[in-house]
């Protein structure tokens, strides 16, 4: 089965940090442009970051020296590595594969006191 399934959303303070995980089933990691996309109530969903097969990495500007994306081939599997958390940041996390045109259904991180 074709899928892509995020993990690590939670609870987290200002100033936190967290992991995002995106498990990918059916075909290989490192063969699509991987993507983190999120979006917070009442707007409309934005591009976070994107890792290509040739491990070129982008990451947008609100999230810019606070996010990291990275993949690890052996499990199949892209991270979102987020530091210095905002309550701004608060949204549904998804993992998009690209070319492939693959959602995942998303994993909620709320940050907030």
């Known amino acids: 089965q074709v899928q892509v399934v995020e993990s690590g959303g939670d609870l987290v303070q200002p100033g936190g940090s967290l992991r995002l995980a995106c498990l990918v089933s059916?075909?290989?990691?490192?063969?699509?442009?991987m993507r983190w996309y999120r979006q917070a109530p009442g707007k409309e969903r934005e591009f976070v970051a994107s890792i290509s097969p040739g491990d070129s990495t982008n990451v947008a500007d609100p999230v810019k020296g606070r996010f990291t994306i990275s993949r690890a081939n052996s499990r199949n599997t892209v991270y979102l590595q987020m530091n210095s958390l905002k309550p701004e940041d608060t949204a549904v996390y998804f993992c998009?594969?690209?070319?492939?045109?693959?959602w995942g259904q998303g994993t909620q991180v709320t940050v907030s006191s």
């Open positions: 059916g075909f290989t990691v490192s063969s699509d442009n």
């Open positions: 998009n594969a690209l070319w492939r045109g693959i």
